[in-house]
């Protein structure tokens, strides 16, 4: 009777195992891109809305505003809009911080890190406006020429606000 209560609970670790690993496995990947590539898929975009969050998960005003922008993808579901978390930590530690952070926080928005070296050089072509600091959001769409940069984080409805103001 002992040992058959040992296999037992050693069956049920291994369902949770399985289910923890096939869990984990799920996750989203984040790319390592470049600013070029960022412009290009921006430029791309068709009549599609982007939302672009620059942050990171040392940032904590980035990261007390994520649930914002995840709220906006999920209500933007299906309509071309798309929320664009793109992080600034060091390339790196994506596998030690990014994607640990991703799979904790379950994050719907799409992730990238973006991987540039000469901050002076590539800050300025995202926005003239911009001085470098954290967070920082870029609204774009390609269609209606629009290109708006807000240096800063958002506090709850301000993002909506700010679309909606943007005639987004």
């Known amino acids: 009777l002992f040992i058959k209560n040992i296999m037992r609970w050693f069956s049920l670790i291994l369902i949770i195992q399985s289910l923890f690993l096939s869990f984990c496995a799920s996750a989203q990947p984040v790319p390592v891109i470049g600013l070029d590539d960022l412009e290009t898929r921006l430029e791309n975009g068709a009549d599609t809305t982007f939302v ?25 579901q299906g309509k071309s809009f798309k929320v664009l978390l793109v992080s600034l930590d060091f ?9 640990p952070f991703v799979e904790e926080k ?3 928005s799409e992730v990238v890190l ?5 901050a002076n ?41 700010k679309l909606s103001e943007l005639g987004l």
């Open 114 to 118: 973006m991987d540039e070296e000469r």
């Open 52 to 76: 672009v969050n620059f942050w990171a998960t040392w940032c904590r005003p980035c990261v007390k505003e994520l649930p914002y922008f995840e709220a906006l993808e999920k209500d933007n």
């Open 91 to 99: 390339a790196s530690q994506l596998k030690s911080k990014v994607i």
């Open 106 to 108: 379950a994050l719907i």
């Open 121 to 161: 050089e590539w800050i300025p072509r995202v926005s003239e406006k911009w001085s470098g600091a954290l967070p920082a959001t870029l609204f774009v769409n390609a269609q209606k020429k629009t290109r708006h940069f807000h240096e800063g984080s958002f506090k709850d409805g301000e993002l909506e606000a």
